[in-house]
């Protein structure tokens, strides 16, 4: 599954080189999300349903752009990411580019369900982009910092936009009362 989950991580930078930058639809962005949503680790990968993810992602990467499917002088530029040159990184730059993957990961649980809501951020859906882009360049350490940075600013504003979306829909939420002190500890929660 290992195989699966890299061939997934490579698409989805390859359809972060094709963006070039550029806006993707909503289509193409949710599919980048359930991308990364299924290497986040909280639930084993299925086979059948990741081959359909990346071959969606691939799908979408080849409408952007159509000409290099047929290209007589291949450049490279949007070919889909090698998770051994990952692996094969410095060692800085590997735990960088970690962080990096798995804040993106991360963000894409909140990113997705708060879009499930009605609610999303042009800033927050950009960076996911900007942090697969980086993810796929052979960058020095002092190239990644920044990323890094700005992926922690990202988080916040995605777990703010998360914690809005629900609040709209569902309302405040309301502290729990327990019939017994959480200090005593000869109560146990079932």
């Given at each position: 599954m290992e195989n699966?989950?890299?061939?997934?991580?490579?698409?989805l930078v390859g359809l972060s080189r094709a963006l070039n930058g550029d806006r993707p639809d909503?289509?193409?962005?949710?599919?980048?999300?359930?991308?990364?949503?299924?290497v986040?680790?909280?639930?084993?990968?299925?086979?059948?349903v990741s081959s359909k993810q990346i071959q969606d992602?691939?799908?979408?990467?080849?409408?952007?752009?159509?000409n290099?499917?047929?290209?007589?002088?291949?450049?490279?530029?949007?070919?889909?990411?090698?998770m051994n040159l990952?692996?094969?990184?410095?060692?800085?730059?590997?735990s960088l580019k970690t962080v990096l993957l798995t804040g993106l990961c991360q963000m894409s649980v909140y990113a997705y369900h708060a879009i499930m809501l009605g609610y999303s951020d042009p800033?927050?859906?950009?960076?996911?982009?900007?942090?697969?882009?980086?993810?796929?360049?052979?960058w020095h350490q002092e190239f990644l910092i920044p990323v890094i940075s700005k992926l922690g600013n990202m988080q916040i504003k995605c777990m703010?936009?998360?914690?809005?979306?629900?609040?709209?829909?569902?309302g405040h939420s309301v502290a729990a009362v327990l019939p017994f002190p959480l200090s005593d500890r000869n109560h146990v929660l079932k």
């Open positions: 699966l989950r890299d061939e997934l991580i490579g698409a909503h289509e193409t962005h949710m599919v980048m999300l359930r991308g990364l949503f299924s986040t680790g909280f639930l084993p990968l299925d086979e059948s992602i691939m799908d979408k990467k080849n409408a952007l752009i159509p290099c499917l047929n290209c007589a002088s291949p450049c490279g530029r949007t070919l889909n990411y090698d990952f692996r094969n990184s410095e060692e800085s730059v590997r800033d927050i859906d950009a960076f996911f982009y900007e942090g697969l882009f980086a993810i796929g360049e052979n703010d936009l998360f914690e809005k979306a629900n609040r709209d829909v569902y």
